[in-house]
């Protein structure tokens, strides 16, 4: 079974730029979250998408927007990037039906700021 | 306000012997807990979860017990191996809304001395 994907791997930006990053979840999850980690900071919780709609938010700035599509594949977009956004971005997929079931990770992009 | 915390940034253990890693949390409406295992450059891998309703769930040689009364979980693993050096993450979520998605404290990184 193929598991979470995740691209592009490694982004190298420039101040001021957007990105789009992408999510594909594991075949039969309809819940996909995305998490920004940076040293020091653990995972923080960025947003969460269940059957194309936002289900929940965390405190990063509208600068950090995403959207869920009819098959479940989600896009993170991040507009007027700072340096302060260089950082590993992960998505997790899972059910999505209630809690008590675990995520399960991508592998991350890694997005440097210049 | 950290939700859950992981105070320790580090343990070494030698092979053999167990491991035991610490989790405190904060939030009452936490029912649902996760240990997540990370190697550099790879997402974070589901370990093992427990459910509030539970004290102990074991699988393999990973053990989580749940102290819902001290709000403190910790992670056994018995015997330790090399391969289990990785940085581990601790996670909780709740039912409804807001808490509905994870916390993740900061990790604490498990080196295991062959």
């Known amino acids: 079974k193929a598991g979470v994907t995740q691209t592009p791997r490694y982004l190298i930006k420039t101040r001021g730029q957007q990105v789009t990053l992408s999510c594909s979840p594991i075949?039969?999850?309809?819940?996909v979250s995305w998490y920004q980690q940076t040293p020091g900071q653990g995972l923080q919780f960025l947003f969460e998408?269940?059957?194309?709609?936002?289900?929940n938010k965390g405190n990063f700035p509208g600068r950090f927007s995403g959207r869920q599509f009819s098959n479940s594949r989600s896009e993170m977009n991040v507009s007027t990037l700072e340096l302060g956004d260089s950082a590993l971005y992960l998505c997790?997929?899972?059910?999505?039906?209630?809690?008590?079931?675990?995520?399960?990770f991508g592998d991350g992009t890694r997005l440097s700021i210049l | 306000d950290q939700q859950v915390k992981q105070n320790s940034p580090s343990l070494s253990v030698q092979e053999g012997r167990i491991s035991i890693l610490n989790c405190d949390y904060t939030?009452?409406?936490?029912?649902?807990f996760l240990w997540y295992k990370k190697y550099p450059a790879e997402g974070p891998t589901f370990l093992i979860s427990?459910?509030?309703?539970?004290d102990k769930n074991e699988d393999g040689r990973f053990t989580v017990f749940l102290n819902k009364s001290a709000k403190h979980l910790s992670l056994h693993i018995v015997p330790s191996q090399p391969g289990d050096s990785a940085v581990y993450f601790c996670?909780?979520?709740?039912?409804?809304?807001?808490?509905?998605?994870?916390?993740f404290g900061k990790g604490i990184t498990l080196s295991v001395r062959p």
């Open positions: 997790a997929s899972s059910l999505g039906g209630g809690n008590n079931q675990p995520q399960h």
């Open positions: 075949s039969g999850h309809r819940s």
């Open positions: 998408y269940f059957s194309e709609t936002q289900r």
């Open positions: 939030n009452s409406m936490f029912d649902y």
């Open positions: 427990i459910s509030s309703i539970k």
């Open positions: 996670a909780a979520s709740g039912h409804t809304g807001a808490n509905s998605k994870l916390t």
